[in-house]
């Protein structure tokens, strides 16, 4: 791993597979850092420049004062890219880092080759902003190891977690590991979100990929932002919030399958 200075941050990153392959970039989620994306990296390092990083405020990256944007969010990657020498890339993100893939879709179309977003929303109504407000004030309050459980019960489906006991341990660990600062931060981005009128103005060849049991990210609302993106692709995998861990197999294949039609 690497620490690259932009005009405005200091980000983590890490790089696998061949420097002059096409870049992949991989974008984590809220309360995760880039060691998510191992089972894609070994499975796709032998055909892509890979490119995982840290959000601002997580893992390595450095955690400049809040709220965030997913503007900001944005603009850190094409600011990665740049420090890179990468011109345009594969971009794959899940949950907060699927929200930032519909950004650059949005507002740096010319920047990317494709756009996979996955187990995420492209907004929220007065329920779901009442719920970050709650888990705001919670983590205000006592910190993120009270929710660490409750984390983890989002994110996989309970035979997982049964199954998985020491990769389930590991993620404990990142979860616990993550800047309260930096986490809370990302949450007013998130607070923020509202990309549904302008999905259709997509014109990045796109895949969403959801869960069946995703609660945060359902796939009744990933199918709908499927349909508002001409010619993108839809699948729906066995899993819970983080299904690139949960179900790495059929994620890869389905990846896979999108990154060359490409």
């Given at each position: ?104 879709a949005i507002d740096h179309p010319d920047r990317l080759i494709s756009a996979t977003s996955c187990n995420c929303v492209a907004g929220y109504g007065p329920e779901g902003l009442k719920v970050w407000d709650e888990r705001i004030a919670a983590i ?79 796939a009744a609302a990933m199918q709908d932002m499927h349909a508002q993106v001409s010619g993108s692709r839809y699948v729906e995998l066995d899993a819970a919030h983080v299904s690139n861990i949960e179900r790495p197999s059929e994620f890869n294949l ?9």
């Amino acid at each position: 791993m690497a620490t690259i200075k932009t005009a405005t941050l200091e980000i983590n990153h890490r790089e696998d597979g061949a420097a002059d392959a096409p870049a992949l970039i991989f974008s984590n989620s809220l309360g995760a850092d880039l060691s998510m994306w191992q089972a894609q990296v070994d499975h796709f390092k032998n055909d892509y420049r890979i490119v995982r990083y840290d959000h601002r405020g997580h893992g390595g990256t450095a955690v400049p004062p809040g709220p965030y944007s997913f503007e900001d969010l944005s603009m850190d990657v094409v600011a990665l890219m740049d420090a890179l020498g990468i011109e345009r890339a594969h971009f794959v993100g899940l949950s907060m880092g699927g929200m930032t893939a519909l950004g650059l879709a949005i507002d740096h179309p010319d920047r990317l080759i494709s756009a996979t977003s996955c187990n995420c929303v492209a907004g929220y109504g007065p329920e779901g902003l009442k719920v970050w407000d709650e888990r705001i004030a919670a983590i205000s309050a006592n910190g993120l190891e009270p929710l660490i459980e409750t984390t983890i019960s989002r994110w996989f489906t309970q035979p997982t977690i049964d199954s998985r006991a020491s990769e389930m341990n590991a993620i404990r660990a990142m979860i616990s590991a993550t800047s309260v600062e930096g986490y809370l931060a990302c949450c007013g981005a998130l607070k923020k979100l509202n990309y549904l009128d302008r999905l259709s103005t997509i014109t990045t060849p796109t895949l969403f990929i959801a869960g069946t049991h995703d609660l945060g990210a359902p796939a009744a609302a990933m199918q709908d932002m499927h349909a508002q993106v001409s010619g993108s692709r839809y699948v729906e995998l066995d899993a819970a919030h983080v299904s690139n861990i949960e179900r790495p197999s059929e994620f890869n294949l389905a990846l896979g399958d999108f990154l060359e039609s490409v």
